[in-house]
């Protein structure tokens, strides 16, 4: 049952990340390698786009506070060291959230990498709700 679940919010997120190419590899998903490649493009592109929305955050702190170099200096750090923070808490959160799955089975990276990939989408949401104007 939770393979079917997996496979079907790995296709979900697939479809999600595919949009701007028209194809992915969690088209037509059928088995557990293809579930796999699935995860994986999920995991990759759920991660960029998270760098792209921080770096986009990081961008418009420098143009709110351009006028004030120590206010910038000082966001700018806040925001680096809590972005390495919940990176660090968000791998070992999903170092354990694949369990009991053998670690290095297929299971276990699957489900690993729908952690890292649901996580880090709704890390990106948050980065994209800071500092609008």
Not at 32 to 43: F, R, V
């Amino acid at each position: 049952m939770k393979s079917i679940f997996l496979a079907l919010a790995l296709v979900s997120l697939g479809a999600h990340a595919a949009e701007d190419t028209g194809t992915s590899p969690c088209d037509a998903v059928e088995n557990d390698q293809q579930t796999l490649e699935c995860a994986t493009y999920s995991k990759n592109t759920a991660e960029q786009l998270l760098k792209e929305n921080f770096d986009a955050l990081l961008d418009r702190v420098k143009t709110q506070y351009a006028n004030d170099k120590a206010q910038l200096a000082d966001i700018t750090g806040k925001l680096q060291t809590a972005q390495q923070l919940w990176t660090k808490s968000r791998d070992a959160d999903c170092a354990i959230a694949p369990l009991p799955a053998k670690p290095g089975s297929k299971a276990f990276t699957i489900d690993q990498y729908d952690c890292i990939a649901s996580k880090s989408d709704e890390r990106s949401e948050f980065l994209e709700s800071i500092a609008q104007e």
